[in-house]
Every structure is written in C-alpha cells, then in structure tokens.
C-alpha cells in the first residue's frame, strides 16, 4: 500500500523541475525503489557536447538492439547541428535523424517513463530537455509456438496461442488479413500493468455484445489478475455457474472462425488462451476436426460427443438406480452378470462408484502434478491399484470397474476441458440423487439441470441456442455440421450485423 | 425470485425426500430373483427328486411339508418359487463362478403351501435372507390338475402384484408343475430360462405355442373368450412341448397336440414359420413312401364370417407361401418344372385343408372354441353377435366352415 501511495503522490512530477540529469536520472530510480535491476548509460552527442543517458531493465531488452538502434547513431553521428540549436531541438534531431526504433513515443511524466521501462522499452533522457524518449528496444522471454496442449486436433493446424499478446494477435491477423478487424488494448490491473486486447470484427459483430463485452472488462479493469482464465471468471456474467459460460481456446483457428460468426474475443498478454464471448452449449461440443472432415464423419463425430457428454453424466447414477432401486429395468441376464459380480462386494453401489470417482480424480489431478518423467508411475500404480487389485481384493466389483472406466473416457472425449471439469461435478450430484431418490431422484435433477441450462445467459445469448430457443436453421453448423457450402449464413442467435459468411463487407462496413 | 418464494421452494424440494428414499433402496445382490414359479395342487406337496442328493435341504423340504398352518381355511396350492444361486453360476471370467462345481446345484427351489397366493409369498420369505423379487420372472407353470380346477383363482395374485409383468409366459404341465423347475438343463443354468427360451424356435417349429403369456391369458379370462395356453412336459433333463392346453372359460379342457396345435396357430395368425409335408402327387410311378415338404415362410388366414338369418358359417380363406424344402422318395421320372409345382401345391393345398377340417371337428367336439371364431364373430358381426352371445356355446360345435387354402410355392432350392 505504502509504495502504491508513493507512486500516486510523485505521479505527475515534471522531470523538468529537477535540470539536471543526474537528477532525472535519480528521481526515476527513487521512484522505481533503486531496483538493481534498472540499468543506466551516460554518453554524449556525437558533434555536440550535450549529456546524454539511457535507462532500461537489462533483462527485458535486447542488447544488440541498445548498442546498435541507439548508442551508435547517437554517438556518431554525422549530423550537421546548427550553432544555436536547444536541448529540444537536440531531442528532436535526434529523433527525427538518429533512432532507428520501429517505436519511439515522447513522454514527459514519471509513470509513463517507468511504465515504459517496465515494459522493456529504453527510455533516452538529455540535459535540459523536460521531454524523455522511449524507444522500443523490447525483448521478453517467451516461448515458441507449440502445439496446443488442451485441444489438439487430428488435421488442421498446429499452432496454438502462446504466452505473448503481441504473437497471439500476429497469429489472429495473419489468418484474418481484414480491415474490420478490430483491436482495443485495455490496461489491466494495478499492480500487474498487464494488458488486455478485445477483438472483434467492426460491422460483423453484434454491437451489443461487443459492447457489454468491452464494459464488463472495463469493469474488472482494476484487479491484478495473472492469466486469462482468472480473467475468464471475473468477466463470467453468473460467477456461480457450473458450465463455462466464456469459451477458452488455444486455437488460432477456432478463435478465427468464431470471430468471423460475430463473436468477440478477449486475449490477456501473458496467458496462452483466447477468451471467446458468448459461448452456447453446442460451441462448447464443437471441435475444429468437424470442420476437416466431410458431413457424414463430421456429424457422427458429433453426435459421439453429445453422448459422451450425456455418458459421463449419468452413467454411474443411472448404474447406482438401476442397481440399488429398479433392477427391473435389466434383462435377465444381464441382471444375473451384474449381481454375480457383486456378490461378496461388501459396498453398496453408491459408495463404491463414489470409491471409484474418486479415486479416478486423484489419478488425474496427480497426473497432472506429477513431472511428466514420474508420470508413467501415476499410470501404471493407478492401472493396476484401480484395474485388477481392487477387483481382485473383492472391494469393488468388476462392473463398477467398467462403469467408471468407460465414464472417464468419455469425459475426455468432450472437447472443451472446462465442460469437462462441470461433467465431473455433474456426475458425482447425479450420483448423490440417484443414491437417494433412483431415477426418480435423476428424472427430477435432469429436469432441473435443462431448465438451468436454458435459463443461463452468455453475454445476453442463450447457452442453449439454438437449440432452445429453437432455431433449426443453426442446427446445421451445431448438431449436424452440414459441408462447407450451406453454412454461409452466419448463426442466427448472434444476431450479427451481417448475414452472409462469404459476402463478407467492405471497409465502410456497407 | 423473492425470499419467501425461495424458502418455500427449498421446502417442497425437501418434501421430495419422503415421497421415495433409501429405503426403498436394495443392492442387486440382496434380492431373490424369482425366475420362475410353479403351481401344484396340494396335498400332495410335489416331490423334489433334484434335492435327493442333498439331504439336509430335503429334510428342510420334510420339515415344511408338515408345517402347512394358514391364517384361514386350509392348504389348496403348493407355490415353488426357483432363486437362481448366482455362487454356483457359470458366469464368464468371474473368479466366483462355479467352474469346477458343475455338479452344485444352481437353484434353490423352495415350496411352500397355502391357499392365498400372497400368503405363500409371504411366507416364502421368511426362509430366504434375501428380498424376493418378482420383476424377472420368465415363467409361471402350472399343473394340469390346477389349471382344470380353474385359472381365475390361481392367477389373480398374479396379474394384482405390481411386481408382475403381463409378457411373463404361463406353460401348463401334464405332471407336477415343480418337476419342471428341477429340470437340470444341459445348457442354461436355469430351468426356468430354458423354459422361456425354447419358444423362440416357434419360427422353426409350428407345435410350439409362443404368443400367449399372462397378460393374454387373463385378458381372454375376463372376456370369457376360450383360449389356448403352450403346454409341456418334462423328463430328467430335458423338457418337451406338448402343444396347446385349451381352456374353456378359465378351465381347461383338453390338449391340442401336434397338427392341432399348429392350426390352431394359423388361425389366430401367429404361424411365423414351421413346416407343412404331403405325400407326392402320385401318378403311375411308385412311390407309395414319398413325402415332399413346404417350409413356410408367411401364412395368412381370414375368418369371415357368413351371416344368413339366424344361420351362421364361417369361410376361412388361408394363403401360404413358402418354398419346397424338402422331396423324399421323389420319382426320378418327375422333373421340378412348372407343372409339378402346380401338382404339389394342389396336394399341400389339399393336406393342409384335411388338417384344418379335422381340428376344426375336433374342437368343435370338444365343444372349446380355440379357433378364434367367437372372437371374429364378436368384431365382424356384432349385431347377430348381441343375438347369439347368450347360446353361442350351443352353437358353435354345429357352426359350418368352408376351409379355402391357397398355397404358393416361391423357391424351390438353391442346386438345380
């Protein structure tokens, strides 16, 4: 709080008010705290006998560009300085003259000086002059473009978005070379200085939803978050939903495509995600690969997931009623399998399905954790402990085994990981009603599970469009995925200001 | 949503914890499943000659038989019910399974006697740690000497208990129904399954009587229609179908064996497939021992019936196809062309109508009208039916028919 306050209270200090630049030069340090890590350089004009200095952190620059783009113009230059010429004029020779920097922006007040030099850009000071120069000298540790983790696709391409907003946004703009493309850059947080880019396409976008995107971001401007996912949560528009209701993707493709339906997308420097408002339920079941693959595939895949989807939700639960309350519902023989592989299991279905759910989330979480050397261990202890030796100890039956097998699996074959995560939740509630009440119990929760999903809002859109309120038109590119040739309207539940895909619009947006 | 409005929400849903719960939750192997069930006449209780072996179960056996008490009136019924011993079951890669004790004994069939059907339930459980569980239950058996006294009586617990199903299938054994469900079947575990089981083949064999189960059964009870119900009988290890058991309001009356009952079938259409033989079409050629078959593929029959004044006929028109399977002793002289194919569809066609003619005499002297015809008569002529429905069992043994059978003969073989 202390250093907050010092910084607010010297804010708008004129560096001209103290000449000299060993002066300047101190007062920037004061206010940064005297970091160690805040490098300065004194030199002079080349031609002129005019004091001269550079200040920077030496880890967020390139040095190479410091000596060669600013030291060596400055210093030998060849320029031909008028007798009376001032410090400012000096500033602006060499400006206009000498700097090589792709940026280079002028800046009078302390907080923009140090917010630069934070950034990794070098600030130039001269004697006398009450303006400062910051050039763009910045290079920042940063990764290589990779493959996305969280949401690989068979074809289609592999890059995925990294930890940097300016390459996040080279990826966006190389694949959507269009005027309209617009990008607002939002400061964000505090303390962090991070920044915060929204995206849409101007005259494609519904305006409303851009704007209640830019508000709500706006809104959440002041909290120093470090990645976008945090920043997912905050601009959630019910904080206490169980789905996502702000789609995360790694992928420069989708995220291209979703803006070119209207969508607006949200990239946080320093994370690797793109946000995408607003997101529908069949958004979140839709993965570039359908796009790849002709109609037939496409739309069996689909359909695949959407019952993955509904498997690793109620499978266990409708296990645990059919089990414990209806086993009336099995076929003979069927029925005469499940129980002679219950028979010895001293649990009761509940508590060995939750036995098993639990365990599973364990062997994922520590997967996760684990080093990716120590990895194999998790697999093969959790293989065997969750496989054979718990059926073979007569703990849990080899149904169960099964039950929950073919649940984790399909939970990973949904492909939004956040959707995922609330099937997992969704799961173990089932469970509980179920436990309780049989199907009576999942009837009641299932009904109460679609009217919450209906009365869910992403960004003033339905999370169920389009297929309540319906709209049969959208089904094509949700439900089925109908080639390439019939999806050249845009969804209807956007409500986009322009309707046809392949028209596109002009500059004027006309 | 106001804060009242919640509270009372978070009340109701609350509420909904007492309409059904836990209690009512039973794991899958606490429960008896009941496959099958026979009823006997008691005294005397059946004897259990698979239990021999076992002498303390058969001692166990004695001790109920003289504690035959009930709440009112005296014993009339002896109920078995057949819980499948999951143990000693042959289940796939189950560590459990009975591999080795093959010999075990795979059911554990417990009689016990009363005269109220819930009552015998009832009192099955109290020998049994597990809950009986009627939802599975594929057969109902039922001896002979109980299905003549009546099936009113002996099914109405039957068709009241919300555990029962109506699809489950009701057989009629000429000995004791118990000695059914002590069949040691060679390749089920249960005898009860491979009850339930053997009318698939209906499709193959036309003797097997496969459509009518509980639900059909009391359905035709209550109309006061006469019905027909799958009949059997049983060896050692194996059981054997004896055709039809036909009942005049709820008792029954007789069998219907062999051809009856397969026409007996083809006349409430349900002839799924089966096969129909006739002696060749003989000509100066010997061949006296030739028989050519006509496997069917598709019957269909058409009652209908012929109003005049008070006089009433029936036309029944039947249309067979199917392919001619099979020729022995055939006269190497005859050539399958076209003519004799027309030759061997008037001679099947002449069989077929021979056999319906004889059932037709044969019930008609039984006086049981398992042919359908009141039904038919019900449906197509209701008006002269309000007349007759009071003597209609006066009248049906002297009813006239007129059998018209067209046979079409589609394949004749796959080798030339």
Redesign the interface.
Known sequence: MSIYKKRTSKKNVDVNSYNSIQNKIATLKNFMNNSTDIRERRFKVGGKDVDIAIVFIDNLVDGYMVQDHIIKPIMSNSFEWPTNSDYASILETIKDYMLYGDIVDEVYTLDEMSKGILEGKTLLLIEGSSKALLINTQSLPKRSIEEPQTEPAVKGPNEGFIESLKDNLALIRKRLKNPNLYVEIIHMGKQTNNKAALIYIKGTVNNKIATEVRSKLNSVKDYDIVSSEQLMDLMCPKPFSIFPLIQWTERPDKAVSCLLEGKVGVIYDNSRGMLIAPVTLSNLMQSPDDYYENLFIGTAITTIRYLSLLISIFLPAIYIAV???H??MLP??L???????????PM??FFEALFMAITLEILQEAGIRLPKVVGQTVSIVGGLVIGQSVV?AGIIS?IMVIIISVTAISSFAIPNYSLSLSTRVLRIIFMILA????A?GIS?GVLYLLGYMCSLRSFGIGFMEPITPYRFKDWKDSIFVAPQFFLKNRPEYLHSSYETKRKGNSKNGK | MNRKNRVILIIICSLIIFLTGCWDSIDIENRAYILGIAIDEYPPLPEDPKNDQNTSQNEQEKMFETSTEVHTGTPTYAMTVQIPIIKHATLPNTQIGGTSESRAIKTWDITQVGNSFIEINHSIATRTNLVPYYEHLQVIVISEKVARKGLENALDFFIRDPEMRSRTKLFITDGNAKDVLNVIPRIEDYASIYLAKTSQNARINAEIIHWTDLGQAIQSIYSGEDFHLPAIKVTQDEILNKGAALFKKDKMVGWAEGQDAEVIKMFHNVFIGGIFTSEFVADEHDAKDGVMSLEVIKAKTKITPIVQGDDIAFKIDINIEGNYAEGVNHPLTERIDADFLEEAKKAFEKSIKDRCIETIEKMQNMEVDALNFGTVLKTKEPGYWDRVKNKWRDIYPNVKTEVNVKVDIKQIGNIQ
């Open positions: 089990t414990s309350f086993p009336g003979t023989t029925l005469l399998s499940i129980t002679g592989a219950r028979v010895g299991v009761h279905a073979e080899p436990a309780i009440l049989g009576f009641l």
